[in-house]
C-alpha cells in the first residue's frame, strides 16, 4: 500500500471490543438457513472458476505439458469436452491423487508417500460408486467444500456475529486459493474437518473435535497443528470457568472435566500416525513422507530463512520485468512475476494474521501462525519460486477469512471495502481458474 492508502490500518487492527451480551445476539441459523447463507456466493464464485477455464481453453488452448504430467490420461479419459468444462479441477496434483486412489502407495515410487491417505482413500471408494475417480473426486471435494462453507459460516457467526460471517464468506470463497476447494484436490475435504474440528471445540463437542482432527492429520501433514488450537480452546474455556462473573461459580482444576479436552488434542495425531504406521507395514520407511519434500525440491531452512530467500527472489524478479537483471531469466517460466506475487499473498496473510491475533480469541492465531511455519521453513528451491503453492496453502487458513470479513463488514464503508475486494478477488480468481486450466503451475 502507498502512502496515500484510504485502508484505516490503526481501526482495522484493533484491540477486540467486547462481545455483545447473549440476549442481544440473534438466534444461531439452521441448518436449512445456513446453506441458503453461502449458496449465493459459493455457486458464484464456482460458476466464475468453471466459466474462466472455458474461456482460457477455447481461447488460447492447453499447453502441450499434459501428456508428461498426466501420461496415464486420468485427466482426459472422459473426453475432450468434460476434460474442457472442469479444466481448472483437474490438473497438476490431481493426477497424483487419482493415480494413488488407483495403485495406492507401492514402493517402487516413494515420491507418492508425500500425498496424505484420506482424500485418496475416499476417491477410490467413491469411484466404486461412480465409475471413475476422477468423478468421485469432483463430488466429494465439490459437497466437502460446500458443508465445510457451511461450518465456516456459523463458526464466524458465533466468534464475530451475523454481518461478519456473510462478509467473510465472501471473503473466504473469492480469494484465488479457493480454487482449489472444488477440484480434485484435499482442500476441500481439509477445510471442512479443520473448520468443524475447531467449531466443535468451540461447542464443547471434544470427541467430535478429536475424532475431525485426526481426520485432518491423515488429510494432510498441517492437520497435527489443530493441536495448538485445540488446547488453547480447551485452556480458554478453563480460565473462564476458573474466574466466572458469578464467583459462587468458581471451579478448580480438579473440579473441571479436562479430560475430554486433553483426549481430543491427543487423538489429533493418531491420523498421521497410522498412516506412517501403514507405511511402514508396506515396506516403506517411517520417515519417507517426510523426506520426499526434497524430491519436491523442498529444503528445510527454518522461517527466518524461508523469508528471506522469498524476498530475494521477488528481488530478482522484480529486476528481471525491469530489464535490470544481469541475466533475464527465470529459473522456471513464469518465476519472474511469480515469485513477486508470492512475496505479495505473504505480506497480506501476514497482515491479516495479525488482525486475528488482535479480534479472534489467540487459538485461531496461533493456529495460522503454526500452520504458516510449515511452508515457509521448507521453502521451495529446486524451481525458483520459494513461496510455490502458498495461495493455496493460505486459501485453508480460515482464520485469514473470518478477520477480514469483520473488517469489511464494519461501518461505515462496509460496503464499498465489499465491491472493491470483491472484483479484486473474483478477478483473482478467474485468472488462476484460466492458468491452472491450460496447465500453468500457480499453486
Request: charged content about 10%; aromatic content about 10%.
Given at each position: 500500500?502507498g ?8 481501526a482495522?487492527l484493533?484491540?477486540p471490543?467486547?462481545a455483545p451480551?447473549?440476549?442481544d445476539?440473534?438466534e ?5 438457513q445456513?446453506?441458503?447463507?453461502v449458496l449465493?456466493a459459493f455457486?458464484a464464485?464456482r460458476l466464475?472458476?468453471?466459466i474462466?477455464g ?5 481461447i ?18 472422459l473426453g475432450?469436452?468434460?476434460?474442457t ?14 493415480d494413488?486412489?488407483e495403485?495406492?502407495?507401492?514402493t ?8 496424505f491417505?484420506?482424500y485418496?482413500?475416499l476417491?477410490r471408494?467413491g ?11 469432483l ?9 465445510g ?5 456459523r463458526?464466524?457467526?458465533l466468534?464475530l456475529?451475523?454481518p461478519?460471517?456473510?462478509?467473510a464468506?465472501w471473503a473466504?470463497?473469492i480469494?484465488p486459493g ?6 480434485v ?6 477445510l471442512?474437518l ?7 471445540a468451540?461447542?464443547n ?6 475424532t475431525?482432527?485426526?481426520l485432518a492429520?491423515?488429510t ?14 480447551a485452556?480458554?474455556q478453563y480460565r473462564h ?5 458469578d464467583p ?10 479436562w479430560?475430554?479436552?486433553a483426549?481430543?488434542v491427543?487423538?489429533v495425531?493418531v491420523?498421521?500416525l ?7 507395514v ?5 520417515t519417507?513422507?517426510?523426506d520426499?519434500?526434497q524430491e ?6 527454518g522461517?527466518?530463512?524461508g523469508v ?7 528481488g530478482?524478479?522484480?529486476a528481471?520485468?525491469l ?6 531469466s ?15 499473498f505473504l ?16 487459538a ?17 528451491v529446486?524451481?525458483g519460486?520459494?513461496?510455490?503453492s ?8 480460515f ?15 462496509a460496503?464499498h471495502?465489499?465491491?472493491v475486494l470483491?472484483a479484486?478477488g473474483?478477478a ?10 491450460r496447465?500453468i503451475?500457480?499453486?
Amino acid at each position: 500500500m502507498g502512502r496515500d492508502s484510504q485502508v484505516d490500518w490503526t481501526a482495522a487492527l484493533t484491540v477486540p471490543t467486547p462481545a455483545p451480551a447473549r440476549g442481544d445476539a440473534p438466534e444461531p441459523l439452521t441448518w436449512r438457513q445456513t446453506a441458503l447463507a453461502v449458496l449465493p456466493a459459493f455457486v458464484a464464485t464456482r460458476l466464475v472458476v468453471l466459466i474462466s477455464g472455458i474461456v482460457a481453453i477455447q481461447i488460447w488452448g492447453v499447453k502441450a505439458v499434459q501428456d508428461v504430467y498426466d501420461p496415464a490420461g486420468y485427466t482426459t479419459a472422459l473426453g475432450d469436452l468434460f476434460n474442457t468444462v472442469v479444466g481448472p479441477l483437474a490438473r497438476w496434483d490431481a493426477v497424483w491423487y487419482i493415480d494413488i486412489a488407483e495403485v495406492g502407495y507401492p514402493t517402487d515410487y516413494p515420491p507418492r508417500t508425500a500425498f496424505f491417505p484420506l482424500y485418496p482413500v475416499l476417491l477410490r471408494l467413491g469411484g466404486w460408486f461412480v465409475g471413475s475417480p476422477l468423478v468421485a473426486g469432483l463430488l466429494i471435494s465439490l459437497a466437502c467444500a460446500f458443508v465445510g462453507t457451511m461450518l465456516f459460516h456459523r463458526l464466524t457467526d458465533l466468534e464475530l456475529g451475523r454481518p461478519a460471517a456473510k462478509a467473510a464468506t465472501w471473503a473466504l470463497l473469492i480469494f484465488p486459493g479457493s480454487m482449489w476447494f472444488t477440484a480434485v484436490y484435499s482442500e476441500g475435504l481439509f477445510l471442512l474437518l479443520s473448520v468443524g474440528c475447531l467449531l466443535a471445540a468451540r461447542q464443547n463437542a471434544w470427541a467430535i473435535a478429536g475424532t475431525l482432527g485426526a481426520l485432518a492429520s491423515a488429510t494432510r501433514s498441517a492437520g497435527v497443528v489443530l493441536m495448538v488450537p485445540l488446547a488453547l480452546i480447551a485452556w480458554d474455556q478453563y480460565r473462564h470457568r476458573r474466574r466466572p462473573v458469578d464467583p459462587r461459580a468458581e471451579i478448580t482444576w480438579r473440579q473441571w472435566p479436562w479430560r475430554r479436552p486433553a483426549i481430543a488434542v491427543a487423538t489429533v495425531p493418531v491420523g498421521i500416525l497410522v498412516y506412517l504406521a501403514v507405511l511402514r507395514v508396506i515396506g516403506h520407511s517411517w520417515t519417507t513422507s517426510f523426506d520426499q519434500q526434497q524430491e519436491w525440491g523442498r529444503e528445510n531452512v527454518g522461517p527466518l530463512s524461508g523469508v528471506l530467500r522469498a524476498i530475494g527472489a521477488a528481488g530478482d524478479g522484480i529486476a528481471q520485468l525491469l530489464g535490470t537483471a544481469p541475466e533475464a531469466s527465470a529459473a522456471t517460466p513464469g518465476a519472474e512475476w511469480m515469485n513477486p506475487l508470492l512475496l505479495l499473498f505473504l505480506v497480506a496473510g501476514l497482515v491479516a494474521l495479525i488482525g486475528v491475533a488482535r479480534r479472534l480469541p489467540i487459538a485461531y492465531a496461533a493456529y495460522v501462525g503454526c500452520a504458516l511455519l510449515l511452508p515457509l521453513s521448507a521453502p521451495a528451491v529446486g524451481g525458483g519460486e520459494p513461496l510455490m503453492s502458498l495461495p493455496r496453502f493460505l486459501g485453508v487458513l480460515f482464520p485469514l477469512a473470518m478477520w477480514l470479513g469483520w473488517w469489511v463488514s464494519r461501518p461505515p464503508h462496509a460496503r464499498h471495502r465489499g465491491v472493491v475486494l470483491g472484483a479484486v478477488g473474483l478477478a483473482m480468481l478467474a485468472g488462476v481458474s484460466m492458468l491452472t486450466a491450460r496447465w500453468i503451475f500457480v499453486a
